[in-house]
């Protein structure tokens, strides 16, 4: 009988983009607010969007500063968001040897920086995934790829590298489980935005309806019904005369609330290493609407999952007249709640997270 899961709280400041960018905090200082806020101890940072000059000019004495500033506020460090950009050149995609120097430097950061996780991005295919772990052992880094909405934990492609890292039977190779993958319902807050957009009242009853028949369908298995779906929204808007939301509603409609069960999540879950507890707002009843945070703590604990959930704020993107960190605050309470009704709790004091995160990333997948 597998033993029940203490996931680890802790927060990416992707997050706090919205504030970040408008340089209400610089790094220093947002990662002293996270710390103060009791948002922690688990802490994610994002390599591109986070650190001046990633991953080329990131040297020792910023390396030092970064360890002595989370130490000091006692935080533990989890995942560092990297990269797979294989389109920057603008005549050609990066060949094979360009793409493992591209990730080996980033990856080399996230050892110097005391991350041990790197979250890499879902294009990597099993061949790339296999290239990368000698870096991985190299550094010491587990490989974490993201599964994101419009894929999931049954998709094909997802089920291919399950199958690689099966093959290869390293714990230095798994999964960041994305919580916008299994979402029930299109965020209100979003619906807000588009209402205070000019969105008519029946334009949005209509994009409801069509969501939530994707959702009675099913997730989509091969990117030739997501684009089928990501093209029904436009044609949508078009239809009612804003052809300009039409993206927009493509965008957020496919690319962000993932409609697939739950247990589409244990295809994959003894290779989960790291988990993005991806939300779009709390409601006037403490809850999360849209996404089933207490049903996905309760799989984790009673899948004996014990790393880290990075509480992921994606609303920021069109919410901005609502605070983030209240928001946070609400969902992290949440969590907490779900892993007490389900037996467990979160861990959130640093020392013993340091040790549960430790020991999750050293459990080889087969016993």
């Known amino acids: 009988m597998t033993s029940l899961g203490t996931p680890i709280q802790g927060v990416t400041l992707y997050s706090f983009t919205r504030a970040f960018h408008a340089r209400q905090y610089d790094l220093d200082g947002l990662i002293r607010k996270v710390a103060a806020e009791g948002f922690g101890p688990g802490l994610e940072v994002i390599g591109f969007s986070s650190l001046r000059g990633f991953p080329d000019r990131i040297d020792d004495t910023f390396v030092g500063q970064f360890r002595d500033l989370v130490a000091e506020v006692d935080l533990v460090p989890t995942s560092l968001a990297v990269n797979v950009d294989t389109g920057i050149r603008r005549d050609r995609l990066m060949n094979h040897d360009e793409l493992v120097e591209y990730m ?21 295919t099993p061949d790339a995934m296999e290239s990368l772990l000698p870096v991985a052992e190299k550094y010491g880094v587990t490989l974490a790829l993201e599964v994101h909405a419009d894929q999931h934990g049954a998709h094909e492609r997802v089920l291919a590298l399950r199958d690689r890292y099966e093959k290869l039977d390293s714990p230095l190779l798994g999964f960041t489980a994305d919580w916008g ?8 807050s979003l619906l807000e935005a588009y209402r205070r957009r000019g ?20 997730p989509p298995n091969n990117q030739k019904v997501h684009g089928e779906r990501f093209g029904a929204f436009i044609g949508l808007a078009a239809r009612n005369g804003r052809p300009d939301l039409g993206i ?9 609330f993932g409609p697939a069960p739950l247990d589409t999540w244990l295809e994959i879950m003894p290779w989960v290493r790291h988990v993005h507890g991806k939300f779009f707002g709390i409601d006037e009843n403490g809850e999360e609407p849209s996404v089933p945070v207490r049903g996905l703590v309760r799989q ?9 959930i990075s509480s992921e704020y994606e609303g920021w993107h069109w919410n901005n007249w609502q605070d983030p960190f ?21 861990i959130t004091e640093a020392s013993e997270a340091r040790r549960i995160l430790r020991s999750h990333l050293a459990q080889p997948v087969r016993g």
Do not use: C, H
Not at 114 to 121: L, T
Not at 301 to 308: H, I
């Open 181 to 188: 993958a299994t979402v029930t319902g299109f965020a209100p």
């Open 104 to 124: 080996r430097k980033q990856i080399e950061v996230a050892a110097r920086l005391g991350f041990p996780i790197a979250r890499v991005q879902i294009s990597l």
């Open 199 to 218: 969105a008519s009242e029946d334009l949005l009853r209509q994009v409801v309806e069509l969501w939530d028949g994707f959702y009675a369908e099913g």
């Open 326 to 346: 209240e928001i946070i605050r609400g969902e992290q309470a949440v969590q907490r709640s779900a892993a007490a009704n389900a037996g467990s709790a979160m």
């Open 248 to 256: 927009d509603f493509g965008i957020n409609g496919t690319g962000l």
């Open 300 to 308: 984790l604990v009673e899948n004996g999952y014990s790393g880290a």
